[in-house]
DNA sequence: CATGAATGAGGCTTCATTCAT
DNA sequence: GATGAATGAAGCCTCATTCAT
């Protein structure tokens, strides 16, 4: 049975993920990490065979749990593309709001991919999840297209890559300045870019 | 007097730029800085009062540098608003391109916007930056409005936020995948926003 | 009813003597012993209170062993000294080289009783080895006297100990340098010293 | 000029010495030897790459030390070759009593020479040592053969290893035992020897 | 001013040992 | 009895910073 320890492993990677959120990833102690998660501070290492493996698992548990609620989301979803954009938009954008001391994460997991050490493992994390959530979008706005509701001048694939950059982007202004209304700002943005899908 | 002074603290900065950028913050040791600087570890602290402050350095040289380029690249820009966004996005995005080795020392510097000890002066100095930034696009875009080649409608504040993101994050993907091409991206997304301010 | 519990303990430190033998004592996990004794890492402390138990363990193992088999051996020897002394010699050289790889287990040993935590016990034993089987060594240098095949000059003792050590000394050589013919040197060299026996 | 370094760098391996000879390799922590020699635990590392490199050091410090001693006073040596034997057991028996407290240290290197980490290094270089000193005492009694004073039948080569052996292993029983007379015991051993020698 | 040898705080990691099952 | 998950003491080593030259 692996189940008490995927459990538990589960535990420590939860418990990580808030002190990493909280110190940045340098200034965290494996100490830290421990009394979070209620354990001594060997047994991380019974899970984990380095600090630098607990935090890439912190990476996946994060990419796995938010990939996968958004892809799951996205298929379900019916009505005009436009209006798909915009729930897609709000929940996203919401979804992180309501987290956004974790978005710190983000940032310290971009930051490892350009560290030496954990560079390999997380630019190809990165670039594989960039890849597989840009067609996900991208056969949305053809499948406006094929409805007629857009242009068919629309570059589909640009404008996936651009929209998943923009939900990073405007998140990250609203992790340096709490008064910036990511909320509002992407649903302004957003109807004036379905202005230009509908007329490109 | 002050000119040899400041002299060398340029070149300590250029230099510990590069090798922030190589290494990441936190594996890039002062003596590596030195060495790549051609003087003694001492040296440095004679400019700078810690490692941090000359990563705190790095960052205002590189923000300055790129914020009164593009600053003073845009007043100089005449004709239809729709073509001088263009030149600023092409503007932008090949002078990244150009070196995008360098733009590690972006996710560095979020990186540091979320660390404890220098969470501080990092966060403010983005807030700071995009405060700064996004009112000079927003006002490119109210001259569109103004000269009637954009709708009414549009929220120029929320257009300027998040196409100044979408630089960002499309020189992350970028980053991440030196497959992806950020320029033709960024084109034909543009198109399409154009086509949106225009129509909206 | 001790029947099974010693058996048990044995086979431990039959397999322990292997992975010290290979692995050296300080690069020895319990849990490595554990594995190679088929069993649990607690089950040892069933047996063995710590580490350096153990470790003593093996050693007084083989040290019994060892001894007991060349005690015997000698007692039951006959005809010439001279001709005893080369049985010895053999029986001894062969011995261990045919389980060279078990010599290191020598060298261990030799190392804890410099270690301050067992120095006392294995500096004792040691003491004690060397105090036991020196006089059956002079003994039968002394049988030579008495028969009249050794000179009366000799000192049987010193004689004794200096075997004993050129035994330990030459094993030594063999395990450092596989090309070092440890046998034939000790035939070489006993022949010398059987002649200045007989002739001191 | 590498006079001073050299200098701290001897320094190092004598405080070094001392502090591995009382406790052992395994229970010595760098700071033991760093305050031993009266300077900070990363001064250290500002010499020696790591513990076992230090340990290294003295090694080679101290086989350096005792075989160019030893190699020069046996050069310097005339008269009978039997009289020069004598003369070299003296010299190295005395030598060590004296600083018996140190024999620690062999037992220490030769029990590196089996663990897996250090192996390799301490393995060749008693290899090495023991191919270097055997044929100048191998050439002393080839001497002794050419000069009429020993037999033609000894094989010289044999006799010098079991020689060198036999003071490591009385020094060892020595080290062992406080009671036990190293000096007096390769004294009688020798005139033995010498005896098989003349006659065999 | 410039230097780099010296420093020691601090953290990751290992592993003997314990103890609840 | 047997087990192995959990523990935390302990130590090697790094590296920012200082300061005597």
Do not use: C
């Amino acid at each position: 049975m692996n189940g008490p320890r995927q459990k538990k492993t589960i535990h420590i990677v939860t418990a990580a993920a808030g002190v990493f959120a909280y110190n940045g990833y340098a200034a965290t102690r494996m100490a830290d990490v421990a009394q979070a998660a209620g354990i001594g501070k060997g047994t991380i290492y019974e899970y984990f065979r380095s600090k630098e493996d607990l935090f890439f698992a912190v990476f996946q548990w994060l990419a796995q749990d938010t990939g996968r609620q958004a892809t799951l989301a996205i298929r379900e979803m019916t009505g005009p593309v436009s209006r798909r954009l915009e729930q897609i938009n709000d929940t996203i954008i919401n979804k992180w709001l309501d987290q956004l001391n974790y978005y710190s994460l983000m940032l310290e997991f971009w930051s490892a991919a350009s560290a030496p050490s954990m560079r390999h493992r997380f630019k190809q994390a990165f670039r594989n999840a960039y890849r597989e959530f840009r067609p996900i979008i991208a056969a949305l706005l053809r499948d406006g297209i094929r409805r007629g509701e857009f242009s068919e001048k629309i570059d589909a694939e640009a404008v996936a890559a651009t929209l998943l950059g923009a939900w990073d982007a405007l998140l990250l202004q609203a992790w340096f300045d709490s008064e910036f209304d990511a909320l509002m700002t992407s649903r302004h943005f957003l109807k004036v870019l379905i202005a230009g899908l509908m007329n490109a």
